[in-house]
């Protein structure tokens, strides 16, 4: 292919997505008044949540298959470029202070790398091999999980990210926003979330990005819930790294076990601020190295300790 013909191939690919299609009907919306296009975007955005569930059989498979993985040790990789790319960052970045993950167990790549998060990184996107270097720097396993994010589902590094990670013997998932992509194609788990053209034409940053911030939230929050993150509704591993946190931490204790802030504020002391622990500590009548000692053997879930505390 010519370098004059690949800007001709590449538009008409562009042309032939949902995401980038016009819509004729929305040509004067830059002449409404503010609250009619307000009523209109957020009509838009209420397409989305239908979308995401047409896709939850799909959904589920995949955290399921993520879980496995990470129960085992492995890690949940994001890859992706501009929107894409700093969503996965994200959602990586919210959970070692909500779930107190190790940074390094749920990881947020961006083409072109942190600089791509504020500023565009010219060709990063179009570098499958780039995509290739940054999961190199990882050194994959086979219990890792690799999930591509793209909302044409055409972005080479994300569709670079998930050929290579299979070809190391990873989990792959493919996020995109369009019907049989080529992401999703590439991928052990495609996961098509079509919300249709965009208020803004090609502006995926729009619907396409609420719906994709909607599946990494599912990915990473059931995951953890598999893994015994929560007990019940209540955030137990969080990580108390700051007032806020702190009192919350005091709260979550409060809501599962109803104690006196005494015996709370005694709780957490004893556990070095470990919501968790405390609870079993207060639920069970253990002592702090007891309660450590049975949330290790249970893998971190909580109410199994529980269990092997009364029984």
């Given at each position: 292919m010519?370098?004059a013909?690949?800007?001709?191939?590449?538009?008409a690919?562009?042309a032939s997505?949902?995401t980038?299609?016009?819509r004729?009907?929305?040509?004067?919306?830059?002449?409404?008044?503010?609250?009619?296009?307000?009523?209109?975007?957020?009509?838009?955005d209420?397409?989305?949540?239908?979308?995401?569930?047409?896709?939850?059989?799909?959904?589920?498979?995949?955290?399921?298959?993520?879980?496995?993985?990470?129960?085992?040790?492995?890690?949940?990789?994001?890859?992706?470029?501009?929107?894409?790319?700093?969503?996965?960052?994200?959602?990586?970045?919210?959970?070692?202070?909500?779930?107190?993950?190790?940074?390094?167990?749920?990881v947020?790549?961006?083409?072109?790398?942190?600089?791509?998060?504020?500023?565009?990184?010219?060709?990063?996107?179009?570098?499958?091999?780039?995509?290739?270097?940054?999961?190199?720097?990882?050194?994959?396993t086979?219990?890792?999980?690799?999930?591509?994010?793209?909302?044409?589902?055409?972005?080479?590094?994300?569709?670079?990210?998930?050929?290579?990670?299979?070809?190391?013997?990873?989990?792959?998932?493919?996020?995109?926003?369009?019907?049989?992509?080529?992401?999703?194609?590439?991928?052990?788990?495609?996961?098509e979330?079509?919300?249709?053209?965009?208020?803004?034409?090609?502006?995926?940053?729009?619907?396409?990005?609420?719906?994709?911030?909607?599946?990494?939230?599912?990915?990473?929050?059931?995951?953890?819930?598999?893994?015994?993150?929560?007990?019940?509704?209540?955030?137990?591993?969080?990580?108390?790294?700051?007032?806020?946190?702190?009192?919350?931490?005091?709260?979550?204790?409060?809501?599962?076990?109803?104690?006196?802030?005494?015996?709370?504020?005694?709780?957490?002391?004893?556990?070095?601020?470990?919501?968790?622990?405390?609870i079993l500590?207060?639920?069970?009548?253990?002592?702090?190295?007891?309660?450590?000692?049975?949330?290790?053997?249970?893998?971190?879930?909580?109410?199994?300790?529980?269990?092997?505390?009364s029984?």
């Amino acid at each position: 292919m010519t370098s004059a013909s690949r800007p001709r191939d590449l538009r008409a690919q562009l042309a032939s997505l949902t995401t980038e299609a016009f819509r004729p009907e929305l040509a004067g919306i830059d002449r409404l008044p503010t609250l009619e296009i307000a009523r209109l975007m957020n009509g838009e955005d209420t397409a989305v949540p239908t979308a995401v569930a047409e896709q939850l059989p799909r959904i589920v498979a995949a955290i399921d298959a993520v879980a496995e993985r990470m129960r085992r040790g492995g890690r949940l990789v994001y890859a992706g470029a501009g929107t894409a790319g700093r969503l996965g960052v994200l959602d990586a970045s919210e959970c070692p202070p909500t779930f107190n993950t190790d940074p390094d167990r749920v990881v947020g790549l961006i083409a072109g790398g942190p600089d791509a998060m504020v500023t565009s990184v010219e060709g990063a996107e179009d570098s499958e091999e780039l995509a290739h270097r940054d999961l190199d720097a990882l050194k994959l396993t086979a219990e890792d999980t690799v999930v591509g994010i793209s909302a044409s589902g055409r972005t080479p590094y994300a569709i670079g990210a998930v050929e290579h990670a299979r070809a190391q013997g990873a989990l792959t998932i493919g996020l995109s926003c369009n019907r049989d992509s080529a992401l999703a194609a590439a991928a052990d788990h495609g996961i098509e979330v079509v919300v249709g053209p965009e208020l803004i034409t090609g502006s995926t940053r729009l619907k396409a990005g609420t719906a994709q911030k909607l599946v990494l939230n599912m990915l990473s929050t059931i995951t953890m819930i598999r893994l015994g993150k929560t007990y019940g509704n209540l955030m137990v591993d969080v990580r108390a790294s700051n007032d806020k946190l702190r009192a919350r931490s005091r709260r979550i204790v409060a809501l599962a076990t109803g104690a006196a802030d005494g015996e709370i504020e005694k709780a957490l002391t004893e556990t070095g601020g470990e919501v968790k622990n405390a609870i079993l500590v207060l639920l069970a009548g253990v002592d702090g190295p007891t309660a450590d000692r049975l949330l290790e053997e249970s893998g971190g879930h909580l109410r199994a300790a529980l269990a092997a505390a009364s029984g």
